[in-house]
Each structure stands twice: as structure tokens, then as C-alpha cells.
């Protein structure tokens, strides 16, 4: 791998010209975005601009696409989906998809992988379920109990969790605070804020501002498949024109 890619300057995760398509149906179009070492940065963007779409295609979930993606300063897009999990991209997706047969402590063993090393041969952050545990309290306190019996918001920790034991160098996630109890949403925060001092960077997709302004460093706002602006997360605060066209319902 390329030391200079995690330096604090030069991006972990670069896209460039992304496109993808469902079918005939032209989603993304020339979306450009990058991550660095030790951020979180949001997209953000209303219902159907296209943020799912855009961690798919990061993530090779996409049959029709084209563009840049590298990540660790090696290029990734047209690898598999395992393959980019395996190099460090971690992906939480928006609909859980936690194995609702299985106990919490068995769904976090289903996503270890082994400990990582920065270039330099600096440790990566390592989890272990005794770790997780002590970041997610309730997951700690439902340790034997199958997934499939857990609320959303506990569903919501596990995936996050799961996706946490492979160890990644870069999280994907999806959408966090939709559709869950705000005192979970709060946890999601503080979540957040913990890997972030772990060194673990951080692509949030979102919709809520608030949510984004408590954790982001950085924001992308996306509007029909496109980037129409991008800054500090202060600027967007301080921003009313941007959010008030391309956030609000």
C-alpha cells in the first residue's frame, strides 16, 4: 500500500466521475467525494438523491456503473464486494440486515477478521466483542439473545458492531438515526464521536442536520444524483440557502 494515502492529507477513501445506473435509469452522475484519515464526513441529501447508491457502488454492489474508487490508495472499484471488506471498508447499510437467528455474541463472530496495521506498521483499531460491548451497553446486557428479537434501534448497534469486528480502517454508514428512538439516535452520536477518537474515519449518509452537525467534521450534499455543495460542517450550518434547498421536506 501507498504510505502517502493515509497521511493526513491525501485521502483514504477518493472517488472520482462516479456514475451508476439501475436498469436505464441514470442515478449518479459525475459524483466526486473524498475521505480522510480520522474524519467523519456526512453526505447528505434528501430521500432518493442518491446516497445509498453512492456507498453501493463504493462497495461493488452495483451491476452498472463507472468511475474512480480507491481506497488505501489502491484502486477498488470493479473489485467484489468481499474483497473490499477484506482491504479495511466497512459498510453498515441502511436496512440492518442482521442474522435474526443468531445471538448477538454470534453475529459479531460472523463479521471478525483479523487485526490490521497502518503502512507506517502503526496499529489499526482492533474490536473484540468485550469492547463492543462496553461501547454499546445494550448489546452487552442481550449478549444470548437472537437477533431477530431485538428492536431496531438494537439492530441498528448490531450491525454497527458486526461491522466494527472486521476491524475497518473506513466505515460506510448508512443512514444511522432513521426510524429509531431518539435515545438510540443520541447513542448513534456519541457512538460515532468514540470511533472517530479511535481513528476510525467515518462516511455518514443522513438526512438530519442535527445529527450530522454533532459529528461531522466535513458534509457533501447531493440532489439528484449530483454534489451541489460541499464545506465544513459549519458552513452548512451557517448555510440557510443550501439547506433550505436541497435538505428540507
Known sequence: MNQTATDSGQPLLEINGLNAWYGAAHILFDVSLNVRRGEVVA???????????????IMGLMAKWKGEVSFMGKRIAGQQPYEIARAGLGFVPEDRRVFTDLSVTENLEVGRQPSRKWPDGSAAPTWTPEALYQ???????????????????????????????GNPFLVLLDEP???????????????????????????????????????????????KGQIRYSGSMDELAANEEV????LTV
Open 43 to 57: 453526505l447528505m441529501g434528501r430521500n432518493g438523491a442518491g446516497k445509498s447508491t453512492t456507498f453501493k457502488s
Open 135 to 165: 461501547l454499546f451497553p445494550n448489546l452487552g446486557a442481550m449478549q444470548d439473545r437472537p437477533g431477530g428479537h431485538m428492536s431496531g434501534g438494537e439492530q441498528q448497534m448490531l450491525t454497527v458492531a458486526r461491522t466494527l469486528m
Open 177 to 223: 438515526s432513521e426510524g429509531v428512538a431518539p435515545v438510540i439516535v443520541e447513542q448513534m452520536a456519541n457512538m460515532i464521536i468514540a470511533l472517530k477518537e479511535q481513528g476510525v474515519s467515518i462516511l455518514l449518509s443522513e438526512q438530519n442536520v442535527h445529527f450530522a452537525e454533532l459529528v461531522s467534521d466535513r458534509v457533501y450534499v447531493l440532489e
Open 243 to 246: 439547506r433550505r434547498a436541497y
